[in-house]
């Protein structure tokens, strides 16, 4: 029998899990003029998603399930902001630990490895993350990462066809998904915008 704290427990993961998912809303579409406005309003949003986190009693993030998903959020949370962070980092580690089926755990933690410059084990975790199945937001990025890796390698044309065949495959699982056409540029890597005939 489900207990009242655990049914207030799920209601506060699920806030949280908005809450998160609003600050990357808020990132990729508040451009203030000043951009200190953007960072402080980001802070601001993500200690109350912090706050609003960890406010889930202890015993409903025992289970490695729940565990893995309380990470993954505070991992989350904590990698919204442009530079890395160690912090975020490890908390991305561990929710792909206690549950490496989690693909958006795997898109993260490879989006924040990648603020770190370690961009192999970037691809790493976008190729993993896209063996749990096809994602567009999954395919959006490994696409971006390798069109970075080609600047100066050997087999650039090569790489180059393999970001393109992502791209498309990103477009095919959602035509209309303008992030899939052309993706903001919140990491740090030029846009291109691709045409298909």
């Known amino acids: 029998m489900t ?18 998912e609003n600050l990357y809303i808020l990132r990729d579409t508040f451009f ?3 951009p200190q406005e953007k960072t402080s ?3 601001t949003q993500a200690d109350l998603a912090l706050k609003l986190l960890d406010s889930i009693p202890t015993d409903q ?10 990470e993954l959020l505070k991992g989350k949370i ?14 991305l580690s561990k929710s792909v630990k206690l549950n490496p089926s989690l693909a958006d755990a795997w898109l993260c933690l490879g989006n924040c490895i990648w603020k770190k410059g370690d961009l192999l084990s970037a691809k790493n975790c976008y190729s993993i993350a896209l063996n749990k199945g096809p994602n567009k937001k999954i ?7 390798e069109r970075k890796l080609a ?27 303008g992030n899939s056409w052309c993706k903001p540029s919140t990491y740090p890597l030029p846009v291109f915008i691709f045409t298909f005939s």
């Open 41 to 43: 309003k980001l802070q």
């Open 78 to 91: 904590l990698d919204v902001f442009p530079d890395y962070h160690k912090e975020a980092e490890d908390h």
């Open 3 to 20: 207990t009242q704290n655990e049914v207030e427990g799920r209601d506060v993961m699920v806030k949280a899990t908005n809450a998160a």
């Open 151 to 177: 600047q100066g390698s050997d087999n650039a044309a090569q790489i180059v066809e393999e970001s393109i065949n992502h791209a498309k495959e990103a477009i095919s699982l959602d035509i209309k998904d």
């Open 139 to 145: 395919l959006c990025q490994l696409s971006m990462l």
């Open 61 to 70: 993030r025992k289970s490695p399930t729940q565990r893995a998903t309380y």
């Open 32 to 34: 203030p003029a000043d």
